[in-house]
């Protein structure tokens, strides 16, 4: 059974409820049985560690996966979605090295591996449990029973069998090579992680002397930031093509050799030098110069310490020469190498350990951390002599990505993959890939593939899966091991584990007779297990190897723009090296998630806040739309702000919501007054003739082609806005300009179609949104469904809104022509709201005309299509369309803001600004569409200039019309005063002090109350509009409206007092609608009044539209044949108009009500029909009190006219009691009229029926046996 739905709603503690019901239902394990014999759909998710709690850019990349694969599954396939674990490497380490003060291999020798390893396997896992925890509370499916770990032996066995393929292939090779070199945790890091983590540092900046042998009076000058890479020199380079001259310093008499461009390094002003000799580069080359230091001067007999040339010498920074240390950087190592300085297999100068020190060949600074070493090193070279100059400098440093300390590039003995050799492979593969944004495809990934580099896959490190090469002493005898079972082969022990300390003491007979080989120390970086998950994660190739071939590539991956060098890159490589082909089909990157001043996120700074405290502040939809919905989805960066998720709630969230709230609570009304069961069954509801119900739903229909197009090109960022969008049409526009429908207030008939298809376009909307918004979709279902007629239910099981398909576009549906008129009127209406805020006119108020200008005859026909919607929507009474502005009189004209272009301008503004409000309309016209206009050689934009419409006024007339434009239409609303409309504008105060009175007490729609005022003084302004507008308030509240004073008995729910347009108004609100007291004030049924000009014949008289109050409702054809009865006309050939519009079968004539309506045989009155607030008969309202109404009527309160046509007097007692019975359908029972509801003021057949005129009649019915 359907439920009521509260007024308010908290969003997180609803969620906590929607989590019990899918825990109770196991509703994730329910979808996947239920989807098991669909198409598969194979998903990837990148493994992150649980050695940290999840933050901001997990939940991206988690909801941007949550919401593809949920859209995968709604889309008929089968989805398995299983979580992963990255559980080696870096980050597992170095919290061990720090909780276990670890500073280098020593230490971990002295623990032995197997203990270390131990203290890594231990805390592997140690937020696991809050990762499901925060997973599942945001609203992520995803299996963590069936998940991968890196560390699961059958893991790491099919990496090894990865690599085994890689090494018969000939891609694998042992080299030596200048690497990014993490200090704090001893280890080399690949060129993606270096990438990772740039800073902004200062380092010393130091440029030193190397004289030349041939005479030490000259020397090269060269340039370094690394001081302690100075030590190690074996070289200097020059560029071979720019200029270098030779320079004497004035202010020592010092001769220098540098680089033209460059003597701004060394010098402030050319009246510091004198230049001797200019030659290039190439001159210098073969130089011997004087070494620094004597550490290495072995290295001469290679050709050490001299001049070398390379073009990679550029003339932006130093001195254009720069010295050589071969080993500690990668150009260094390469020039060196191509002069035969050192040898790729030669014994390394690289006197510095894993913990970035100094060893004992540096006998000077031995021990030493390198950079706290410059210092001393800086020092030395000022004492030698050799130093010329000494700073700072401030530049982006590479840092360690785990450890936060400063890389070094330091060469290291590596095992590496081939790249370089596949580049075209790898651009062809990724060209396979359909990227989201299109952009990293090309630019990010595209421009790092076409420079990739062979791939150093060896850490030298722990707790990994052991590199699985068994080798001999000299290296000449190599075994690549690929499987568990090949090594239990060639060593004869059974293996259970993978791990070093289960592996390191394994040994393999040699076949060449070199004794035994053992394994290699070095373990796999961890972005080569990772980038082995396709393959690693279902153990292939020993098991499910069908399964696996069957589904690769995967269909989808998502992961963040870092991971372009990371994640996507190595997963290419391997899967290229090994199946020549991409590993995935689709992929959406994410951009970074930033603190809110577009920092990165620190816990250390604290400049976030955390997201488990988001969402139990706001909800995990909200955090799930606010990072969907902005440009991070589009691989740009956001900034992060809680208000931002905050306002999901209150433009998204909340107004979705009570337009749910709407529905249920006008179903519920409608079975409880009207007794109707509501049941929708898509295949048998009724097709509504209502244009806003044929705009929404075909508007929605549009939307599910729109949404499975987008979808399926995972253009979420195009998705997400228009979803959004759609809440605002529906909730600001359908349910707004539908209220009265929706409540029935234009007849049952008319209430269950709005209804139905407010339902159908809420239901839609669930669907739609559950892959984004799963929980406020689950918990309108949960309920919405109970209102779903069972026999249209094709699914076997529909417990959850996630269970259900996607709903399929109904094309037939769909009607462009009028969403694209619906379209025109928003935007007329948008145009006037714009109007009438800048005039400070409240919509309250009624203004005469709004003029529409358009060039467009065919958009102008669609606008007046839809025009009472218009007009009720800006409150005016007349709606004039035009394609000629010029007969308005309107022109454009410019000011020029005098902030902005002032400030830019400074003394040509005076001349610029005079020409600026000289533009001509015509002018400015075109600077509307192009955006820019130069005025006296200045380029001015929108920012620069305000537009204004401006109005001759011998053209325009006397009405006072204010314009507003968006470029098509223009609108023009006439504000001349008016004090009638001002008056029903005051009237609509009153209306809104009520209605905000009822919410504030919490009242339902159904809720039966009568309303009693007071306005102070008697007989001012508020006191005459409110007596003057009283059907027109009564329309509205649909409440007895009574004066003061509140009877005693009365129960009252709330009382307000304040001020309104000087007057002091009292508002009460009382239990119940048959108080005795006051009299009712009003009509109590909906009416027009009538003026019939037929046969030359002129008569007034008034129409009840409905009769009792919702029933007996009248449609044109009904209320044509009433006037021809009332009025006696003898033509049947009528025609019936308002403000000269003729009526037709599709107006909706309850709209019409209070209004005055024109009856002719066909021709528009000639004479405008002057609109009245007043009944033009008397009339006397009815209230049935101890019966229900009979023949099928339902209503309990009515009215009967004692004159119409006006003046016609003819109604006596006995006819009053006939029309009584026929209105309440009781002609068959006795009746007492009274003008009270406890009988004691009867009403006789001596009462004066005139005297009754306004007054409520009180209808008792008697027993049989009693007098009338």
């Known amino acids: 059974m359907v439920q009521p739905v509260p007024e308010t709603i908290n969003f997180p503690a609803e969620e906590e409820q929607i989590l019990k019901i899918w825990k109770e239902l196991d509703c994730f394990q329910q979808c996947l049985k239920q989807s098991k014999n669909k198409p598969r759909y194979t998903f990837y998710d990148g493994p992150p560690f649980a050695t940290g709690l999840p933050h901001y850019g997990h939940i991206l990349a988690g909801t941007i996966k949550d919401i593809v694969t949920r859209f995968a599954h709604q889309s008929g396939f089968s989805v398995e979605r299983r979580f992963g674990w990255d559980c080696h490497g870096l980050p597992v380490e170095y919290e061990i090295d720090k909780t276990l003060d670890i500073k280098g291999p020593e230490d971990v020798a002295?623990?032995?591996?197997?203990?270390?390893?131990?203290?890594?396997?231990?805390?592997?896992?140690?937020?696991?449990?809050?990762?499901?925890?925060?997973?599942?509370?945001?609203?992520?499916?995803?299996?963590?029973?069936?998940?991968?770990?890196?560390?699961?032996?059958?893991?790491?066995?099919?990496?090894?069998?990865?690599?085994?393929?890689?090494?018969?292939?000939?891609?694998?090779?042992?080299?030596?090579?200048?690497?990014?070199?993490?200090?704090?945790?001893?280890?080399?890091?690949?060129?993606?992680?270096?990438?990772?983590?740039?800073?902004?540092?200062?380092?010393?900046?130091?440029?030193?002397?190397f004289p030349l042998e041939e005479d030490e009076n000259i020397s090269l000058v060269?340039?370094?930031?690394?001081?302690?890479?100075?030590?190690?020199?074996?070289?200097?380079?020059?560029?071979?093509?720019?200029?270098?001259?030779k320079i004497k310093e004035l202010s020592s008499g010092n001769i220098y050799i540098i680089m033209e461009a460059r003597l701004v390094a060394l010098f402030k002003s050319d009246t510091e030098y004198n230049i001797l000799e200019r030659f290039k580069g190439i001159a210098l080359k073969g130089k011997k110069y004087k070494p620094l230091f004597?550490?290495?001067?072995?290295?001469?007999?290679?050709?050490?310490?001299?001049?070398?040339?390379?073009?990679?010498?550029?003339?932006?920074?130093?001195?254009?020469?720069?010295h050589q240390a071969p080993y500690f950087g990668a150009d260094d190592f390469r020039v060196c190498v191509d002069y035969g300085i050192i040898q790729k297999d030669s014994s390394p100068v690289c006197p510095v350990d894993a913990s970035g020190c100094f060893t004992a060949e540096v006998k000077d600074f031995a021990g030493q951390y390198v950079k706290d070493a410059?210092?001393?090193?800086?020092?030395?070279?000022?004492?030698?002599?050799?130093?010329?100059?000494?700073?700072?400098?401030?530049?982006?440093?590479?840092?360690?990505?785990?450890?936060?300390?400063?890389?070094?590039?330091?060469?290291?003995?590596?095992?590496?993959v081939r790249v370089e050799h596949m580049v075209d492979k790898l651009l062809g593969n990724n060209d396979k890939c359909y990227w989201v944004p299109e952009f990293v495809r090309e630019k990010r990934f595209g421009n790092w593939l076409k420079d990739a580099r062979d791939w150093a896959i060896s850490r030298n490190r722990y707790w990994g899966t052991p590199i699985p090469l068994w080798v001999s002493e000299d290296f000449e005898e190599v075994v690549c091991v690929g499987s568990v079972a090949e090594l239990e082969d060639l060593s004869g022990i059974k293996i259970e584990d993978l791990h070093r300390e289960s592996v390191d003491h394994i040994t393999i007979p040699s076949l060449g007779g070199k004794g035994v080989l053992r394994r290699v120390s070095e373990v796999f970086d961890c972005w080569f297990e990772s980038g082995s998950m396709p393959y690693a994660q279902v153990h292939y190739p020993f098991e499910n190897r069908r399964e696996f071939e069957d589904s690769f590539p995967a269909d989808f991956i998502a992961e963040g723009i870092d991971q372009t060098r990371g994640w996507f890159y190595t997963l290419l490589v391997l899967s290229t090296a090994l199946f020549g082909k991409p590993p995935f089909r689709n992929v959406i990157v994410n951009g970074l998630v930033l603190a809110s001043d577009g920092q990165k996120m620190s816990k250390r700074k604290k400049n976030y806040p955390d997201p488990i405290n988001i969402v139990n502040s706001y909800g995990a939809d909200a955090l799930r739309l606010y990072l969907i919905n902005s440009p991070v989805v589009r691989a740009e960066n956001l900034r992060f702000k809680e208000d931002g998720v905050r306002d999901v709630l209150k433009d998204v969230f909340l107004p979705w919501y009570n337009a749910y709230r709407f529905l249920i609570q006008n179903v519920q009304k409608l079975q409880k007054e009207e007794g109707i069961q509501f049941l929708y069954n898509e295949n048998t509801v009724e097709d509504s003739h209502n244009i806003m119900d044929k705009w929404i739903l075909s508007f929605t229909q549009s939307l599910i082609h729109f949404f499975k197009a987008e979808m399926e090109a995972y253009r979420l960022y195009t998705v997400v806005p228009r979803l959004v969008k759609f809440v605002d049409m529906l909730t600001n526009w359908y349910v707004r300009m539908n209220r009265k429908r929706l409540k029935g207030e234009n007849g049952t008939e008319d209430c269950e179609r709005a209804l139905e298809t407010l339902f159908a376009v809420l239901f839609h909307m669930c669907r739609l949104m559950a892959p984004f918004t799963p929980f406020i979709t689950e918990l309108m279902y949960q309920n919405l469904r109970h209102l779903i007629d069972p026999s249209s239910v094709e699914n076997k099981d529909t417990c959850s809104i996630h269970y259900l398909m996607l709903p399929q576009v109904r094309e037939s549906i769909i009607?462009?022509?009028?969403?694209?008129?619906?379209?025109?009127?928003?935007?007329?209406i948008e145009l006037g709201r714009v109007i009438r805020d800048r005039k400070t006119l409240p919509v309250k108020y009624p203004l005469k005309e709004v003029v529409v200008i358009q060039k467009?005859?065919?958009?102008?026909?669609?606008?007046?299509?839809?025009?009472?919607?218009?007009?009720?929507?800006?409150?005016?009474?007349?709606?004039?369309?035009?394609?000629?502005?010029?007969?308005?009189?309107?022109?454009?004209?410019a000011e020029p803001d005098h902030m902005v272009l002032g400030k830019r301008l400074k003394g040509a503004f005076k001349s610029v600004a005079a020409t600026i409000k000289g533009l001509q309309s015509a002018q400015l016209e075109e600077f509307?569409?192009?955006?820019?206009?130069?005025?006296?050689?200045?380029?001015?934009?929108?920012?620069?200039?305000?537009?204004?419409?401006?109005?001759?006024a011998s053209t325009a007339g006397s009405a006072q019309y204010e314009a507003h434009s968006d470029f098509q239409a223009l609108v023009l609303l006439d504000v001349t005063p008016d004090q009638s409309m001002v008056d029903e504008g005051v009237a609509r105060e009153v209306i809104n002090r009520i209605q905000k009175l009822r919410k504030k007490a919490h009242l339902m729609p159904s809720d039966e109350i009568t309303i009693y005022y007071s306005s102070q003084p008697t007989g001012e302004y508020l006191d005459n509009v409110i007596k003057n507008h009283t059907d027109f308030i009564l329309g509205t509240v649909k409440s007895s409206l009574k004066l003061y004073p509140v009877p005693t008995s009365a129960e009252m729910i709330i009382q307000e007092k304040t001020q309104l347009k000087g007057s002091n108004l009292e508002l009460t609100l009382v239990k119940g609608t048959l108080d005795v007291g006051a009299l009712p004030l009003g009509l109590n049924c909906a009416y027009v009044n009538v003026k019939v000009?037929?046969?030359?014949?002129?008569?007034?008289?008034?129409?009840?539209?409905?009769?009792?109050?919702?029933?007996?409702?009248?449609?044109?054809?009904?209320?044509?044949?009433?006037?021809?009865?009332?009025?006696?006309?003898?033509?049947?050939?009528?025609?019936?108009?308002?403000?000269?519009?003729?009526?037709t079968n599709e107006t909706d004539l309850m709209i019409l009500s209070g209004k005055t309506v024109s009856v002719t045989t066909g021709t528009a009155p000639v004479e405008a029909i002057i609109q009245s607030d007043n009944l033009l008969c008397k009339y006397v309202n009815l209230q049935l009190v101890n019966a229900k109404p009979q023949e099928c009527l339902k209503g309990t309160v009515g009215a009967i006219l004692l004159e119409n046509p006006a003046g016609d007097t003819g109604l006596t007692y006995p006819g009053l009691l006939h029309e009584t019975a026929r209105v309440f359908g009781l002609r068959s029972k006795k009746l007492r009229l009274c003008l009270d509801d406890v009988k004691a003021e009867g009403i006789t057949n001596d009462s004066s029926l005139k005297l009754l005129n306004t007054k409520t009649i009180y209808v008792h019915v008697l027993p049989r046996t009693a007098e009338s």
């Open 294 to 322: 004597d550490y290495f001067l072995k290295c001469k007999e290679t050709g050490a310490f001299s001049v070398l040339v390379d073009n990679y010498v550029k003339e932006e920074e130093g001195t254009g020469v720069v």
């Open 815 to 828: 009607d462009r022509r009028i969403e694209t008129a619906v379209a025109q009127m928003q935007s007329v």
């Open 1093 to 1143: 000009s037929v046969d030359g014949k002129k008569q007034d008289g008034v129409i009840l539209l409905e009769n009792p109050r919702s029933d007996n409702i009248v449609n044109l054809i009904k209320l044509k044949n009433v006037i021809i009865s009332i009025f006696r006309l003898q033509t049947s050939k009528l025609a019936i108009f308002h403000e000269k519009k003729e009526l």
């Open 222 to 245: 060269a340039w370094t930031t690394t001081p302690w890479t100075l030590p190690s020199n074996l070289a200097v380079c020059v560029s071979p093509e720019y200029q270098y001259v």
């Open 110 to 209: 002295k623990m032995g591996i197997a203990e270390y390893n131990r203290h890594c396997r231990s805390i592997v896992m140690r937020y696991s449990g809050e990762w499901e925890t925060a997973i599942t509370r945001l609203g992520r499916w995803i299996d963590f029973e069936n998940d991968y770990k890196t560390l699961y032996p059958s893991f790491m066995e099919s990496v090894w069998w990865v690599f085994k393929q890689l090494y018969d292939k000939g891609l694998v090779y042992r080299g030596v090579k200048v690497m990014p070199f993490s200090t704090a945790c001893n280890t080399p890091l690949s060129n993606f992680e270096a990438n990772q983590n740039y800073k902004d540092v200062q380092d010393p900046s130091v440029i030193v002397t």
């Open 928 to 952: 509307q569409k192009s955006g820019s206009i130069i005025v006296e050689g200045h380029e001015l934009h929108e920012e620069d200039l305000r537009l204004m419409y401006a109005f001759d």
């Open 856 to 893: 467009d005859s065919e958009a102008l026909k669609e606008i007046r299509f839809l025009e009472k919607y218009i007009l009720e929507e800006l409150n005016v009474r007349q709606l004039t369309l035009s394609t000629d502005k010029d007969k308005y009189g309107i022109r454009l004209k």
């Open 374 to 416: 410059d210092k001393n090193i800086i020092k030395y070279l000022k004492d030698k002599g050799r130093l010329v100059h000494c700073s700072t400098f401030n530049h982006n440093y590479p840092f360690c990505w785990r450890s936060d300390t400063p890389l070094i590039y330091k060469a290291v003995p590596s095992w590496f």
